[in-house]
């Protein structure tokens, strides 16, 4: 997903990671990530009447993190715009959003984003892959932001 609506508001993966407060938390969550070999993301909520951001973060497994169903924010108007979650550093495997992450993106009505470190196959990726992907953030020196059309 591109984009998503709230009210007025559009939201995009260059406004969420534009929030320093969410920069923070997907930061916590690859941390522990590395440390651990173990996946944490979580949501990201925005409200359109204060404009800002919020996460809530969630630990997963070794081999993967359910992020379903999404729960309510405790603040008040913070609504779903994304989720994200980070992967271990399994070499160039784990370095792209996986085919279930591509396959679950399709049931979300909010943007899903991927973060993984900085490694890629000698020959790139496949076209199917850069098809269904898109990076948003290569600036991070540990890690790559991917976001899931
Ligand atoms: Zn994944």
């Known amino acids: 997903m591109l984009t998503k609506t709230v009210g007025n508001a559009v939201i995009s993966p260059a406004t969420i990671l534009a929030s320093k407060h969410v920069r923070d938390g997907i930061i916590g969550a690859w ?42 924010h405790k603040d008040a108007g913070y609504v779903i715009v994304a ?40 020959s790139g990726w496949k076209q199917d892959l850069l098809a269904q992907t898109q990076i948003v953030d290569d600036t991070h020196a540990k890690y790559r932001v991917w976001n899931i059309l």
């Open 83 to 122: 989720d994200w979650h980070c992967h271990p550093d399994n070499g160039v495997p784990g370095a792209r959003p996986s085919d279930q992450d591509i396959a679950n993106a399709k049931s979300k009505d909010y943007l899903m984003l991927v973060v993984t470190v900085k490694k890629a196959p000698k």
């Open 31 to 72: 941390d522990k990530t590395q440390a651990e070999s173990c996946e944490y993301g979580g949501w990201i909520y925005f409200s359109e009447a204060s404009g800002e951001y919020r996460t809530k973060e969630k630990k997963g497994q070794a081999t993967g993190i359910i992020l379903t169903p999404v729960p309510d």
